[in-house]
């Protein structure tokens, strides 16, 4: 499985970012894609999931501000982001999951300035 991102960058606080993953490889395999994010000083968490059947699931932190979807049959996987606070800011990284294995983007910043 290849994950390759895409969006991202400089955004004020309260605005908005989409970011995109462009998935390929055994995609017959993967149980699920997500979005995950590692601030500076911190560990890796997790912002939103979604399974091949549709379920989601939201860290806290951004319910009711953040979006995910999977598109064209699970090759493009995007994360809507909006009313974006400085607590927002990381690298955020796509992730695939196919039994015992995990697959990474190359992850990209998103940076939101107050």
């Known amino acids: 499985v290849q994950l390759v991102q895409s969006g991202g960058g400089l955004v004020q606080a309260g605005g908005s970012l989409t970011l995109s993953c462009s998935v390929s490889?055994?995609?017959?395999?993967?149980?699920?894609l997500g979005w995950y994010r590692q601030a500076p000083g911190k560990q890796r968490e997790l912002v939103a999931r979604?399974?091949?059947?549709?379920?989601?699931l939201y860290a806290d932190s951004v319910k009711g501000r953040f979006s995910i979807s999977k598109e064209n049959a699970w090759k493009t996987l995007n994360l809507q982001m909006d009313r974006l606070t400085s607590e927002d800011t990381a690298v955020y990284y796509c992730?695939?999951?196919?039994?015992?294995?995990?697959?990474w983007g190359q992850g990209t910043q998103v940076t939101v300035s107050s």
């Open positions: 490889g055994r995609l017959f395999a993967i149980y699920s």
């Open positions: 992730h695939a999951y196919e039994t015992n294995n995990d697959y």
């Open positions: 979604i399974t091949r059947d549709g379920n989601t």
